[in-house]
């Protein structure tokens, strides 16, 4: 498989992904897969899934959406955006929208499978800034540091 078709079914896996397609991972990710991104650091496949079963279990409706693509001999880059909803507190009723903007750095094997991932956000301004009990802090710190 071409890595351009590799990248393009990522894609599509991705931007469909679901609690009950989690299970697909191996058609895409090599067996010893390496992952990491600001909270994780995981190699394998059943370890991978382990991440995004969580998400699914921590945020509601997540969803991928992939803006930009760059694919090269030795991997890709993918500009994405993942919106998700965070669980209202009591009293306060639906829970707000969200999202978070990253990029996923890939290799791929001569199978065009992923053999390492990397994603890179900012978990300061796109997560923790959001959260009621930390946020204000966070929000604090970036005007006291700013020039």
């Known amino acids: 498989m071409s890595k351009t078709a590799a990248v393009e ?23 010893d897969a ?16 382990r991440i995004f079963a969580h998400l699914f279990w921590q945020v509601g409706e997540p969803r991928f959406v992939v803006h930009e693509q760059l694919v090269a001999d030795n ?9 998700f909803r965070l669980p209202g507190r009591r009293g306060q009723g639906q829970a707000q929208a969200q999202v978070i903007r990253g990029v996923s750095h890939l290799k791929f094997d001569d199978e065009g499978k992923v053999v390492w991932h990397r994603d890179y956000w900012d978990a300061a ?10 946020g204000w802090l966070m929000r604090f710190l970036q005007r006291k540091l700013a020039a």
């Open 9 to 31: 079914a990522l894609i599509s896996f991705y931007e469909g992904l679901s609690a009950e397609s989690l299970a697909r991972f191996p058609e895409f990710y090599a067996d």
């Open 34 to 49: 390496f992952f990491k991104d600001p909270f994780n650091q995981v190699r394998g496949v059943a370890p991978i899934q």
């Open 75 to 83: 991997g890709a880059m993918l500009v994405w955006e993942m919106h």
């Open 125 to 134: 301004e796109e997560l923790y800034a959001k959260l009621p009990a930390i």
